[in-house]
C-alpha cells in the first residue's frame, strides 16, 4: 500500500479561498476550496467495514489526512456522511454508486461504450407515417435507457465527482483497475473510460486531485515563494504515486 502526504493541501486551498482570482476557476463557487473535517480513524473503520472493501489507498488517505469531501476537481469532492448510523456519499450522481455491491469487481481494463451493443436509431425512410416513426423512436429510447444505464456497468465505481451535464467521474474500488480514476460519458453517448495524464498512464485518485490543484494555482497565477512550491507527492513527477 502506497503511502501518501496531503500534509500541504490545507494551505494550498486556503490561498485559493483567499484569493478572488481563484473564483474564475471551475465550480469553484460550489465548493469555496474547503473541505470537510477528516474522518477520525474508528469513522473509516466502520464505513469500510459497512461496504466490505477497504479503499483504494490513495482516496483512503485523502479520507484521514485531508477532508471527508469538499473541495476538489470541478465541482467539488462528493462529500461521505453518516446518516442514521450507515455511510453514504452525497452529491449529483453519488447515488450511483451502488453501496451494496461495492466490493464486486468493476471488471474492466479499458473504455468500453454499451450503447455499442445496441442497433442503429429508426430512420425516418423506413416508416410511412409520422405516428409511426415517433413510436419506434420511443421504444428505442426505452431499450438505450435499459442497455446503457443499466447498474451492472458501475458496479465497483464510486462516484465522486460531477462535471455537469450528468457526466461525472468515479474511483474504481474493485477489479484489475482499483485505485484508477474513471469517466462515466453515458449522458453524453461516450460510455465509460479510464482518465490518464498526459503521458498516457491512468490516473490514480492521488494524480487526479493533485493535477486539479496544480491547475488551479497555476490558473491563480504566481503568489509567495513558498505558496509556488509543487505540493507534496508532486515533486519530480507532475502526477505523484501510482494506482494502488
Not at 483504494?56 to 471527508?68: D, E, I, K, V
Not at 453524453?188 to 490518464?196: C, N, Q
Request: proline share 10%; glycine share 12%.
Amino acid at each position: 500500500m502506497t503511502d501518501h502526504d496531503w500534509s500541504d493541501v490545507p494551505a494550498a486551498l486556503a490561498r485559493l479561498a483567499a484569493d478572488p482570482g481563484a473564483r474564475a476557476v471551475f465550480g469553484a463557487a460550489a465548493h469555496g476550496f474547503v473541505l470537510d473535517p477528516p474522518l477520525t480513524g474508528p469513522e473509516l473503520t466502520e464505513l469500510e467495514e459497512q461496504l466490505g472493501v477497504p479503499l483504494p489507498a490513495g482516496y483512503r488517505s485523502f479520507l484521514r489526512q485531508a477532508g471527508r469531501g469538499g473541495a476538489g476537481p470541478a465541482y467539488g469532492l462528493f462529500p461521505v456522511r453518516r446518516v442514521d448510523g450507515r455511510w453514504r456519499w452525497e452529491g449529483d450522481g453519488a447515488d450511483l454508486t451502488d453501496l451494496a455491491a461495492l466490493a464486486r469487481p468493476f471488471a474492466h481494463t479499458g473504455a468500453f461504450n454499451p450503447a455499442d451493443a445496441l442497433p442503429p436509431p429508426p430512420d425516418e425512410g423506413d416508416y410511412d407515417s409520422a405516428a409511426a416513426l415517433e413510436a419506434a423512436e420511443d421504444a428505442y429510447q426505452e431499450e438505450y435507457d435499459r442497455v446503457v444505464y443499466a447498474p451492472e456497468h458501475s458496479v465497483g465505481l464510486l462516484y465522486l465527482c460531477h462535471l455537469g451535464c450528468a457526466l461525472r467521474e468515479a474511483l474504481v474500488v474493485t477489479g484489475p483497475a482499483r485505485g484508477q480514476m474513471w469517466a462515466d460519458d453515458s449522458a453524453d453517448g461516450g460510455g465509460y473510460r479510464p482518465l490518464r495524464d498526459d503521458d498516457g498512464r491512468p490516473l490514480d485518485f492521488a494524480r487526479w486531485y493533485r493535477r486539479w490543484l496544480t491547475a488551479a494555482l497555476v490558473e491563480l497565477g504566481p503568489g509567495p515563494a513558498d505558496s509556488r512550491r509543487r505540493p507534496a507527492g508532486d515533486r519530480g513527477d507532475p502526477h505523484g504515486a501510482t494506482p494502488s
